[in-house]
Each structure stands twice: as C-alpha cells, then as structure tokens.
C-alpha cells in the first residue's frame, strides 16, 4: 500500500504548512501529495507551485470538480501540468452536489449524474489521447456545441499541444454503489469518502472484483496522539460540516452514505442540528465510532494495529489528512 499526504483546500488563506509537508512527505517515500477544491481555492494551482519545489512525488487532484470547467479545459490543466512537473499528475475528479454546482459555479446539476459524468472523462480522455479531432455526440458535454443558442460554426479541435502521456491516470470520486460500479469501467482509480476498512460493501458489490491495477485511493485523518477522543475532534468537525451543511436537507450524498453505513439516525440527526444554525452541536453529535472507523488516530501501538485493516483490503493508496510531520514519519515507518 502506497502512502501520499492529502492537503485538501484553503482555508482563510494559504496555509504556510503545505509545502514544507508536501517536501518532507516526499523526503519519507511518499508516493503523492494531493489537493481538492470547494469555492475557494483552485486544486490546480497548489499543485504547481509544489511542483516546482519537489522532484518525485506525484501530484493528484481530489477532487478537481467538474462543473468548475469544461472537460477540455480541465484536461488543459493537466497536460500542462503534467508537462512541467516532468509527468507526475494524477487527476482525481468529482461531480460535487446540487448546493455547489448550482450555488456556486451556476450551473445545473445535471439530471443523470451518471451519463454527465461519463461524457466529461470521455472528452478529457480524446484530449490526452490526441488520436483525432474531439468530437462528442453529448447530452451534458457535446463538441463541438450544437445548442438552440449557438453559432453553429464550431468545429471539432485537436489539441495544439501533444500531452506527455496519453494515459494519464484519471481518479473519480464516487460514493453511490452505480457510481462506484461505473468508476470502475471507465476511470483508473476511485477516491472513496468515508472508506471504513470494516464494511466496504457500503459501495456495493463491484469493490470485491475491481480490475487489475486499479487504484483505490481514500483519505484519512492520520493523527499520532495519547487522546483519542481528542483527536478525533478534527475529523467530527469535518463530519459535522459535510453531513450537516454540504448539501441540501433532502439531497447530501455525504449524509446518505453516513446513512448506508448504519448510522442513518445519526446522519438526519446532525443534519437538523447544523441546519438550524447550531454547529457546535452538530459536532458534538458525530458518533465517536463512526469518526474512528475511518480514521487513524491515536497511539502509535493503536495505529498500526489499526493500519493492518487498511493494507488488507483493496486500498492501493492510503492518502493522509496528517496535520504534523511526526505522525507522517510514523505512518511512513508504520507502512514499510
């Protein structure tokens, strides 16, 4: 099992720590670094500037959302991405919700996220192939357009620039057990939410016979501390913003998958709270187990018996939300 650190998206501002992680993360054997996006920070950018301060580790996105650009563009930012950091990127996709795709970026949501989703890699994957002109018969993502309010006069393109590598990994985020299934068939790896090493048959039953080389890439908050309940503070506040706030009350996929793994009261439950303004309460309310099962936190005896759950299964890449780098050091002395 690969390790690779996980810096997720700013905050207020940018964070000082990342780079210095992103280096030492590379300097223990780390096989990646990763950022994600929501409506602040860009995944893209990030990445390039610790690009030009590493050599060797890869550089994933998770996730890039969808609806922030078009299939075209996004795969504009990977090929050159790729360029510069001399063939490191792995490009981590994700359709978001309704709350981000419509609130933030105005766009819809698209009515069969599957079909949507599956138009998007297909255009991002003629680009990096450079075979032909791009062209696709789309409902979400048609090229050339051909809408009621077009010109017209678009034409299919090849890119002008030739990718570094036509097989470029591409990653989607899934989390429903079709998602999941169809992530297997078209991408090359999947980045689970809320992986519990316990019960993967939440995603359903297409984890048990996933393709050769596929990669299975979940994050995990990787503290190495005497409290656990202190530690897993972080992780319930993370919990309690997802399930409660990223979404709308009757659509969070966050919340339904809380739901198909056993804790469905919980899940409406912490919803209610955080809806009604009361987030510290919403906090409070995330099962300690439920942040425990997916998480790896605590001693460093507690951690790598814990840590033999994760390698046993299809986890290929265990991505590490780790806030310091002693529990980087430990997880890496803890994997080898």
């Known amino acids: 099992m690969r390790l690779g650190l996980a810096l997720g998206y700013w905050g207020r501002g940018p964070d000082a720590r990342h780079v210095p992680l992103a280096r030492e993360a590379e300097?223990?054997?780390?096989?990646?670094?990763?950022?994600?996006?929501?409506?602040?920070s860009d995944a893209f950018t990030p990445l390039t500037w610790i690009a030009a301060q590493t050599s060797t580790i890869r550089l994933g996105t998770a996730v890039a959302q969808m609806a922030a650009r078009s299939p075209a563009a996004t795969a504009m930012h990977a090929l050159t991405l790729d360029h510069l950091s001399?063939?490191?990127?792995?490009?981590?996709?994700?359709?978001?919700?309704?709350?981000?795709?419509?609130?933030?970026?105005?766009?819809?949501?698209?009515?069969?996220?599957?079909t949507a989703t599956r138009e998007y890699v297909d255009v991002v994957r003629q680009v990096l192939r450079r075979e032909a002109p791009v062209a696709v018969d789309g409902r979400f993502h048609p090229l050339p357009y051909r809408g009621p309010d077009?010109?017209?006069?678009?034409?299919?393109?090849?890119?002008?620039?030739?990718?570094?590598?036509?097989?470029?990994p591409l990653l989607l985020g899934a989390e429903g057990?079709?998602?999941?299934?169809?992530?297997?068939?078209?991408?090359?790896?999947?980045?689970?939410?809320?992986?519990?090493?316990?019960?993967?048959?939440?995603?359903?039953?297409?984890?048990?016979?996933?393709?050769?080389?596929?990669?299975v890439a979940p994050m995990a908050r990787v503290q190495v501390c005497d409290d656990v309940a202190e530690g897993l503070l972080p992780?319930?506040?993370?919990?309690?913003?997802?399930?409660?706030?990223?979404?709308?009350?009757a659509r969070n996929f966050h919340a339904d998958l809380m739901a198909r793994m056993g804790y469905e009261a919980e899940a409406r439950r912490i919803q209610e709270l955080f809806l009604a303004g009361r987030r510290e309460e919403a906090v409070l309310?995330?099962?300690?187990?439920?942040?425990?099962?997916?998480?790896?936190?605590?001693?460093?005896?507690?951690?790598?018996?814990?840590?033999?759950?994760?390698r046993a299964g299809p986890v290929t890449d265990l991505l590490a939300l780790s806030p310091d780098p002693h529990s980087l050091r430990v997880l890496a002395e803890l994997n080898s």
Do not use: C
């Open 235 to 249: 992780v319930k506040a993370m919990l309690g913003f997802y399930i409660g706030g990223m979404g709308h009350a």
């Open 150 to 168: 077009g010109t017209g006069l678009g034409r299919p393109l090849k890119p002008i620039t030739h990718p570094l590598r036509r097989d470029l």
């Open 86 to 114: 001399g063939g490191r990127v792995l490009l981590g996709l994700g359709l978001s919700g309704p709350q981000v795709v419509e609130g933030w970026y105005g766009r819809p949501f698209p009515a069969s996220p599957l």
């Open 27 to 40: 300097r223990l054997g780390y096989d990646s670094v990763w950022t994600a996006e929501s409506w602040g």
């Open 285 to 310: 309310a995330v099962p300690d187990a439920f942040a425990d099962e997916i998480s790896l936190v605590g001693p460093r005896e507690r951690i790598a018996e814990r840590l033999q759950l994760w």
């Open 177 to 215: 057990p079709r998602n999941v299934a169809q992530t297997a068939r078209i991408a090359d790896g999947w980045l689970p939410l809320y992986w519990a090493p316990s019960r993967p048959e939440v995603y359903g039953d297409v984890v048990r016979t996933l393709p050769a080389g596929f990669l």
